[in-house]
């Protein structure tokens, strides 16, 4: 059972940038995609970005241009590097993975990380 674990969010002023990071107990070359989600209160978990094992990325049209996912299977570990950070960036920030099964997919969760925008 890997562990994500999220680390490197905070409170911010808006314009600022943070670079999440999400480190694995294990190796993360067999995930065939990563991702990063966000909750705001009151809100569902949406998705900001993903990757795959191929490093193809996908991004929520709210951050195209200023979110930045990356990922390190030397250290096993992804990123998000978030520029330009607005008051309703402001969420729970979840660490996602996933290995594509023939039948069910393993997903894993991380306990997340808070970010806070202020204006």
């Known amino acids: 059972q890997v562990q994500l674990v999220e680390s490197g969010g905070g409170l911010v002023q808006a314009g600022e940038s943070l670079r999440l990071s999400c480190a694995a107990s294990g190796s993360i070359s067999g995930f065939n995609r990563m991702g990063w989600y966000r909750q705001a209160p009151g809100k569902q978990r949406e998705s900001v970005a993903t990757?795959?094992?191929?490093?193809?990325?996908n991004y929520a049209d709210s951050v195209k241009g200023r979110f930045a996912i990356s990922r390190d299977n030397a250290k096993n570990t992804m990123y998000l590097q978030m520029n330009g950070l607005q008051p309703d960036d402001t969420a729970v920030y979840y660490c996602n993975a996933r290995i594509v099964r023939a039948i069910v997919d393993d997903i894993y969760w991380g306990k997340g990380t808070q970010v806070t925008v202020s204006s």
């Open positions: 990757i795959t094992s191929g490093g193809t990325t």
